[in-house]
């Protein structure tokens, strides 16, 4: 997976660079988002693993897929199909939000309770977390019963457990030192 990455981020930082240079930042978003989600597509997948299908064909499938396409995007769906990179366009674009999200000075922030959270103790769960990392922190909020209680937050490589199961965890292996 870690390969698909490292190919997968010349793409994104290249279509970053152009999409910033150009201030469409939000228009390419949504463009790479259509653009992954139909080479996502098992259909699409199958298309894209045939050899029989010519790379005009298959750049003709893809294209009325993901419809009205400008002239830069279509010059980047046809520079994947080239060097045989269409498969990847899911990961570019989780790297090319990942790079909006960092200009825009946005962290996400993976939260993960035992219960559900109230409103008011999200807001206010996000407004240390914004303190803490001095960013906006945008929230992707799961619940997981084996936690037994309390909150696990996960900001880039950085994990702060402050759930039971975590605090039960680091006694056992106190215990067993």
Do not use: H
Request: aromatic share 4%.
């Amino acid at each position: 997976m870690a390969e698909a990455v490292t190919i997968a981020r010349p793409y994104a930082e290249a279509v970053f660079r152009l999409a910033d240079a150009g201030g469409a930042l939000g228009k390419w978003s949504q463009t790479m988002a259509v653009m992954a989600q139909v080479a996502a597509n098992p259909d699409v997948r199958a298309a894209i693993g045939n050899p029989n299908l010519a790379s005009d064909r298959l750049y003709g499938l893809v294209a009325a897929a993901c419809g009205d396409l400008g002239t830069e995007a279509q010059n980047f769906l046809r520079v994947l199909i080239d060097n045989d990179r269409l498969l990847l366009l899911p990961e570019i674009r989780d790297l090319f939000e990942a790079l909006k999200s960092e200009r825009g000075g946005v962290v996400d922030a993976v939260i993960t309770t035992a219960f559900p959270l109230e409103d008011d103790q999200l807001a206010a769960l996000v407004t240390d977390l914004e303190k803490r990392f001095k960013r906006k922190v945008n929230p992707q909020v799961s619940v997981d019963s084996q936690l037994i209680g309390g909150v696990r937050v996960q900001v880039e490589d950085e994990v702060i457990d402050g759930s039971v199961r975590g605090k039960l965890a680091a006694m056992a292996a106190a215990l067993t030192r």
